[in-house]
């Protein structure tokens, strides 16, 4: 293990690498099926596969902007879902996520064209069905976001779909956006009563100072999704690199605080102070849990004595 980084039991999987190399793994397959069950339990996903041949998706257009999706999977009846780790805030987000879905949609098209095409030539005869390649199966772009789209509300998940802005009527049930704002769950734990997106958002969000899964987590997919992020189900060489990742993580987020102060714009140092607030509570409050006393937790985070009794 490399100086001055604590490694807890699970892999922070907010950590885009390390969200693919779970979620991604053919061995932790179960895993995600039982995510998507939760998130998305009126299609009844039997099973899934997963699409690694083009984890790149090249834009149609000259020098245009690839998608480069963290993990794609597809069920049984053919239904396309992107699965995405989004843990800073962008631009045009959901521009982004509509764009991105473009790209499923248009390889879907494109293999029933084909398909079609071969039919023809065996049967040597025009097909009558010839739209039929519009006759895709849905897409699904989910986002675990871990920022808020949505301020000063407590509601962390949010589905969109095409509708008439009237009465409200389906165009299209093919294409389809789930977004687990989980920042929006403030909760220092979790309950039984939660909604599963709830304790999904807290689960993906303290994994990595979590020593053990709380009892609230009682759905046997939180015992799928702990196991797979138990460090000591990594290899040897995996520790050692996930070691070194935490350790540059760590720096990078300790630099772009430290940025933040410096920056003379009030709104900057308003931000960077908030987010070190932020990381001081969520320090003591893993403290607190685990026992520590608060005099001690007061000298480790500078927290006064009430703070700590009010977390």
């Given at each position: 293990m490399e100086k001055n980084v604590t490694i807890n039991r699970y892999v922070n999987i907010l950590m885009d690498k390390w969200f693919k190399r779970i979620l991604g793994a053919e061995a932790n397959k179960e895993t995600l099926l039982a995510l998507l069950r939760g998130l998305i339990p009126e299609r009844d996903i039997m099973d899934i596969f997963y699409n690694t041949l083009n984890f790149r998706k090249k834009s149609f257009f000259e020098d245009g902007h690839d998608a480069v999706f963290d993990v794609e999977c597809i069920d049984a009846r053919g239904s396309r879902?992107?699965?995405?780790?989004?843990?800073?805030?962008?631009?045009?987000?959901?521009?982004?996520?509509?764009?991105?879905?473009?790209?499923?949609?248009?390889?879907?098209?494109?293999?029933?064209?084909?398909?079609?095409?071969?039919k023809r030539k065996l049967l040597r005869r025009q097909s009558s069905t010839h739209d039929a390649q519009f006759d895709y199966p849905p897409v699904y772009i989910i986002s675990f976001l871990n920022f808020s789209l949505h301020k000063n509300t407590e509601q962390v998940l949010f589905r969109y779909d095409l509708r008439e802005q009237t009465i409200g009527d389906l165009m299209t049930d093919r294409i389809n956006f789930i977004f687990l704002e989980m920042t929006n769950f403030r909760k220092t734990e979790p309950t039984e009563d939660d909604s599963f997106a709830e304790k999904l958002s807290y689960a993906l969000t303290h994994m990595s100072i979590l020593e053990n899964r709380p009892m609230a987590l009682i759905e046997q997919v939180f015992g799928l999704l702990f196991e797979a992020c138990n460090v000591n189900a990594l290899t040897a060489q995996e520790q050692q690199e996930y070691t070194r990742d935490a350790m540059t993580t760590k720096m990078d987020r300790e630099n772009i605080l430290y940025t933040k102060w410096l920056d003379g714009?009030?709104?900057?140092?308003?931000?960077?102070?908030?987010?070190?607030?932020?990381?001081?509570?969520?320090?003591?409050?893993?403290?607190?849990?685990?026992?520590?006393s608060p005099t001690i937790i007061s000298e480790a985070t500078g927290l006064s004595l009430e703070e700590i009794e009010a977390l």
């Open positions: 879902f992107v699965v995405e780790m989004q843990r800073e805030r962008q631009v045009h987000f959901h521009e982004r996520a509509l764009f991105y879905a473009t790209f499923p949609i248009q390889e879907q098209v494109l293999a029933k064209k084909k398909e079609q095409d071969r714009k009030e709104e900057g140092l308003a931000e960077g102070r908030a987010e070190m607030e932020e990381e001081r509570r969520r320090s003591a409050a893993q403290f607190k849990r685990l026992g520590v």
